[in-house]
């Protein structure tokens, strides 16, 4: 039960607790009119939007997870159920994410220039979901010069030398 003042009064919603979402948005359905004395009940439905979300990560140290300084940045992230089509682009750490209705179904795709596209199905029940996703880096080529020693030094030692590329971040 609730005491207000007679007249036109609209009734909206808009919660966000937890990763989960529930609003009423303010339609003609949402208004009504206030008289005094006894009123009929009133019952509204509150749609309940849950967040997807996930990050996109090049998996440095090969232990299956996505860990600090692995996210990418600038990676697209489409999402499209049905007649929805959704371009979202990754922050600085990898991480994207938006508020989608429960029982809804989802495709997720990831697309960054130099790294495998990736595709993955999501069905949304009650409850926020994450999906991480490991991108590939594809093959580059990379050519220089070694230029702290000269040509007669490096060819004394070049059969014994190495070269690995360590990548700085994601």
């Known amino acids: 039960d609730a005491a207000v003042a007679p007249g036109n009064w609209n009734i909206e919603l808009n919660l966000t607790e937890n990763q989960i979402r529930w609003i009423v948005d303010a339609t003609n359905e949402s208004s009504f009119l206030v008289t005094s004395g006894n009123n009929p009940s009133l019952n509204f439905t509150a749609s309940k939007s849950v967040e997807l979300s996930g990050n996109v990560y090049w998996d440095f140290n090969e232990d299956n997870n996505s860990d600090i300084a692995e996210g990418l940045a600038d990676a697209t992230v489409n999402i499209s159920s049905e007649d929805v ?28 220039e130099g790294f495998s596209t990736e595709n993955r199905s999501v069905s949304i029940d009650n409850s926020p979901k994450r999906v991480d996703i490991e991108v590939i880096a594809g093959v580059v080529t ?29």
């Open 85 to 112: 089509n959704i371009s979202l682009v990754t922050d600085a750490g990898g991480h994207w994410g938006i508020y989608v209705p429960t029982g809804s179904y989802w495709e997720v795709q990831t697309e960054i």
């Open 142 to 170: 990379v050519e220089g010069k070694i230029s702290f020693i000269d040509d007669n030094q490096f060819t004394d030692i070049s059969e014994g030398v190495v070269l690995q590329l360590i990548p700085v971040e994601g």
